[in-house]
Nanobody, 128 residues
Framework: EVQLVESGRGLVQAGGSLRLSCAAS????????IGWFRQAPGKEREGVSC????????RYADSVKGRFTISSDSAKNTVYLQMNSLKPEDTAAYYC?????????????????????WGRGTQVTVSS
């Protein structure tokens, strides 16, 4: 069974940085992807970034390009989301999600419906 556990919640000022972690377990092959999503109150869940386990490719939402960086540490089975130059509009609950199947074309999707496994989320609050 795939399990995902997020950590790194925090309250930071605008312009600050925060790193989220997603500890993953239970993937049965390298055909997997892990994505970060966020949801602010009253808004739909939004794809932020993702990384493919099969080819290491990454994707970012336009709203975070140049500010957020996704990476993985295979030895620790952990995916990180480094968030720099944070803005108040980045305030949301952040969720780690995973899928474990081969994708055609390869890579990782930023659509929540593509993911089968979800963490419980971690809160990020950016003050102005």
């Amino acid at each position: 069974e795939v399990q995902l556990v997020e950590s790194g919640r925090g309250l930071v000022q605008a312009g600050g940085s925060l790193r989220l972690s997603c500890a993953a377990s239970g993937f049965t092959s390298d055909d997997y992807a892990i994505g970060w999503f966020r949801q602010a109150p009253g808004k739909e869940r939004e794809g932020v970034s993702c990384i493919s386990g099969s080819d290491g490719s990454t994707r970012y939402a336009d709203s975070v390009k140049g500010r957020f960086t996704i990476s993985s540490d295979s030895a620790k089975n952990t995916v990180y989301l480094q968030m720099n130059s944070l803005k108040p509009e980045d305030t949301a609950a952040y969720y780690c999600a995973g899928l474990n199947r081969r994708l055609y074309p390869p890579g990782c999707p930023l659509f929540a419906a593509e993911y089968d496994y979800w963490g419980r989320g971690t809160q990020v609050t950016v003050s102005s």
